[in-house]
């Protein structure tokens, strides 16, 4: 287990994390997700013991580890760029975290090698790294991460650098090895499609403090505030009162709502935006902006059209009010 106990940390009296708490399980994969600026980073850092002037506690089963450096806290880090040696070959880049776990010279070639034919890139372990794809250099990488068999294993945007469609597919491939592992992973992404794709649980973060700590689909589907409702990109936010509601906001969730004639809510369509297999639609109702999608392959109105439209009860969640989140506050 992994222990973040009221963690704050001031950079040049520039405050960056805020009074965090988290406990963290073993075998699991958490994306810490948020927009930039809000400490994810910064997060990863103190956890690694590469930021050293935080006050607070790091414990690592059971046991404080903030007086250790980096090196001593056995954790492994995989950086955007990969951080792979440009003089070593793909095999040596391996062998040289075997290297650093103390393995004998004449086991670290077989192991490295054993290492690589679990990612299919046995036949290529005699190649430079800059002969490799993105995706290959991806793999070595986080093998040599795995190579050196540390207890969490902290992973900083390593998909941040790749087009939209190798990001997919290389994350795809990341969870996979990353469940193989069975190792605690710690991912930090600003992108919530990646963090979905790969977490057991999603850290939210903003202004340096957690806000919300779930499994995607909880998250998903149950924002508790109005921030993270409108990070994940659930716009439908309506003050309570316009329901008869108590509390601040509501988020009428997209999932929810569905064009029906015979629906009792009615709106005027202000766009319209083929997506491929669905198209994205906006409506005005009352003083309200709306969104949702739907298949392109239905009936899609017309901008200007009068539509009417359902909105399932169970979907729509109560939040708090809290909008751009303030520093200070407990986690």
């Known amino acids: 287990m992994l222990e973040i106990d009221h963690v704050s940390l001031a950079i040049g009296g520039n405050p960056i994390l805020h009074d965090l708490s988290l406990k963290l399980r073993g075998g699991k994969v958490y994306c810490v997700l948020g927009p930039s600026g809000s400490g994810k980073t910064s997060l990863l850092r103190v956890i690694a013991g590469l930021e050293r002037g935080y006050i607070g506690r790091i414990v690592w089963e059971g046991k404080p580890i903030d007086a250790l450096d980096a090196q001593s806290r056995g954790f492994g880090l995989m950086f955007q760029d990969f951080a792979l040696f440009p003089h070593l070959s793909v095999l040596e ?66 998909l941040g650098s790749l087009d939209a469609g190798l990001r997919q597919q290389l994350g795809m491939e990341l969870r996979q ?128 059209e009068l539509v009417r439209f359902t909105v399932d009860e169970s979907t729509i969640v109560t939040l708090s009010d809290e909008k751009d989140p303030q520093p200070g506050r407990s986690s």
């Open 93 to 158: 880049n391996v062998a040289f975290a075997l290297k650093m776990r103390g393995i004998p010279r004449s086991e670290r070639e077989t192991t490295a090698r054993d290492l690589l034919r679990r990612v299919g890139l046995e036949a290529m372990a005699a190649r430079g790294v800059h002969q490799l794809s993105g995706g290959e250099r991806q793999r070595v990488a986080l093998v040599r991460s795995l190579a050196y068999q540390p207890h969490l294993l902290m992973l900083d945007e390593p």
């Open 177 to 304: 090895r990353l469940r193989e592992a069975s190792v605690m992973s710690l991912y930090v992404t600003h992108d919530q499609n990646e963090a979905f794709m790969l977490a057991d649980f999603v850290i939210v973060m903003a202004s340096g403090r957690i806000v919300q700590v779930d499994t995607p689909q909880a998250l998903y589907f149950r924002p508790r505030t109005r921030f993270v409702c409108e990070f994940l990109g659930l716009n439908n936010v309506v003050p309570a009162g316009l329901l008869g509601r108590a509390g601040q906001w509501l988020c009428l969730h997209p999932a929810g709502i569905k064009l029906d004639a015979a629906g009792e809510w009615e709106g005027v369509v202000l766009d319209v935006t083929f997506e491929g297999y669905q198209t994205a639609i906006k409506v005005q109702w009352r003083d309200c902006l709306l969104s949702w999608r739907v298949p392109s392959l239905s009936c899609v109105p017309q901008v200007g």
